[in-house]
């Protein structure tokens, strides 16, 4: 089994930064993907950006230059660097672990980011 915490939400004023951090925990395959969604009241999961266990990295174009991901692997953790923070960015951001080789993915509880204009 494997759990996912997330921690480092908040509120902030545009152009502000926030640094949100996923700690995995449990049985976790060498070969895997971490990464951030956010995801707003009524609309669909989409993602922020992931970067896999090889540190090939993924990000949406709306947060290019803005935001970066990292990782850790020797402690299962990934991070999220979240600069010049716009109102648009404001949602319930997740972290997901997926292991391509066997197809099985696991998320984080969310956390909420508020950007005040």
């Known amino acids: 089994q494997v759990q996912l915490v ?3 939400g908040g509120l902030v004023q ?3 930064s926030l640094r949100l951090s996923c700690k995995a925990s ?3 395959f060498d070969f895997n993907v971490m990464g951030w969604y956010r995801q707003a009241p009524g609309k669909e999961r989409d993602l922020v950006a ?3 266990s090889a540190s090939r990295t ?3 174009e709306s947060v290019k230059g803005r935001f970066t991901i990292s990782r850790d692997n020797a402690k299962n953790m990934v991070y999220l660097q979240m600069n010049n923070l716009k109102p648009e960015d404001t949602d319930v951001y997740y972290c997901k672990l997926a292991f391509p080789l066997t197809g099985r993915s696991y998320w984080g509880q969310g956390t909420q980011v508020t950007v005040s204009s």
Do not use: L
Request: proline content about 0%; aromatic content about 6%.
């Open 6 to 8: 997330e921690s480092g």
């Open 14 to 16: 545009a152009g502000g």
């Open 26 to 28: 449990g049985s976790i």
């Open 50 to 52: 992931s970067m896999t």
């Open 58 to 60: 993924n990000y949406a």
